[in-house]
């Protein structure tokens, strides 16, 4: 590419990241793709809307990109690539439709769908499946393709992008964006110190009492119990749902609908990913919202977006060097602006009050991909009342 083409596709990429983090991302209602997580758009309270898996709109004002890799740095893409997405079209389509435009002789074709049925077609079409690249909304999917065969090692220009926690050890599959588990609290009903810092502590306190909000049948929140499996044992999780549901908790459709009921003081505290949080504070900066962090157990995880190129691309080079993209300084951003998720590349940083990714507590020893038993997670639920 010349020099002077690349000058104004920098300027126009610029442009276009600063346009998609202001104007949002449009209409979410109705829209899936997110492991049962549904895009909707939901009114906030105020004159913004603020789309339940990222509309988009950032009152934080724009940013100087100063870290990671940008897209110009980057080796061009060139010829088609088949995406199967498990994010959302309302979600990423933006920057997907982005790539395309970018390089002059690239044509991305996508398929949306959730992680999970994703997962499963790839296994139905085995070999003559058409698909290139996986871009999976968890780790869980990432890992079940890989234990399947059905990944290819990425290039090391693309894992050294990010941290060896926010990559698959044997190199099949890489983070992208990164969400933390946490518990939304109502200011006007609670300190800081009044939140336990030990999630298995929650059903024994009585200020929760007929207080407290989840969203059983939302998959961030299986996971989350998932991983209590895996930290604590069976027993120990079972004893733990009974004992919230002892204590009177609410269910909520979703953990946006959590947070907004913390919000809007229906319920004082609950359990949600960090972005449901930042959301609602992006349209109701003033709302009585703060942000609580357990420790070192399952409240804490932080389980990440990502892709991995499989076994039946034709082109190898193009597919790592999309996933590569991915990783580039402005995708990052632009995942902080419209997600509000955590940026995995050092040097960008996440948008809102948060802590940085070093100052999170995140047990020790979990490999993500652990995360990937939801059937035994399902089951249990069931088994207790819950779902």
């Not at 948060?354 to 507590?361: A, R």
């Amino acid at each position: 590419m010349e020099e002077h083409d690349r000058e104004l596709r920098v300027q126009g990429r610029r442009r276009f990241i600063a346009t998609a983090a202001a104007l949002g991302l449009g209409s979410l209602a109705g829209c899936t793709g997110d492991g049962g997580e549904t895009e909707t758009t939901t009114d906030s309270g105020s004159n913004e809307i603020v789309g339940q898996i990222g509309s988009g709109r950032s009152p934080f004002g724009d940013r100087e990109i100063t870290g990671g890799v940008s897209i110009a740095d980057m080796p061009d893409l060139s010829g088609e690539l088949t995406l199967y997405s498990g994010r959302g079209e309302a979600l990423v389509g933006e920057l997907i439709s982005f790539f395309e435009e970018y390089y002059d002789d690239f044509t991305i074709r996508p398929r949306y769908n959730s992680a999970a049925e994703l997962v499963n077609q790839i296994q139905t079409e085995g070999e003559n499946s058409p698909a290139d690249v996986f871009f999976s909304v968890n780790a869980g999917s990432l890992g079940a393709l890989k234990d399947a065969g059905r990944t290819q090692d990425l290039s090391s220009e693309v894992l050294d992008l990010v941290r060896d926690e926010f990559h698959d050890p044997d190199g099949q599959w890489t983070g992208t964006s990164g969400r933390a588990r946490t518990v939304p609290f109502n200011t006007e009903q609670f300190d800081d110190s009044d939140i336990p810092d030990d999630i298995m502590a929650f059903p024994e306190t009585e200020a929760f009492r007929d207080n407290i909000g989840w969203a059983p049948t939302y998959s961030s929140f299986q996971a989350f119990i998932t991983a209590m499996r895996v930290l604590e044992g069976e027993d120990a999780t079972r004893q733990w749902l009974e004992g919230m549901q002892d204590l009177g908790v609410t269910e909520f459709r979703n953990e946006f609908l959590v947070s907004q009921a913390v919000a809007d003081g229906e319920i004082g505290a609950g359990f949600a990913n960090h972005y449901y949080i930042q959301r609602i504070l992006g349209g109701r900066q003033n709302a009585p919202l703060k942000t609580a962090f357990t420790s070192g157990d399952a409240g804490s995880i932080f389980n990440v977006a990502g892709a991995l190129v499989l076994d039946t691309t034709d082109d190898t080079d193009l597919a790592n060097n999309f996933v590569r993209h991915l990783l580039s300084a402005e995708a990052q951003d632009y995942f902080a602006r419209t997600t509000y998720e955590y940026p995995l590349v050092s040097g960008v940083d996440p948008i809102g009050a948060l802590p940085s990714i070093e100052e999170l507590s995140p047990p020790e020893g979990l490999d993500l991909t652990q995360l990937s038993d939801l059937e035994g997670t399902v089951e249990l639920l069931r088994e207790v009342g819950v779902l």
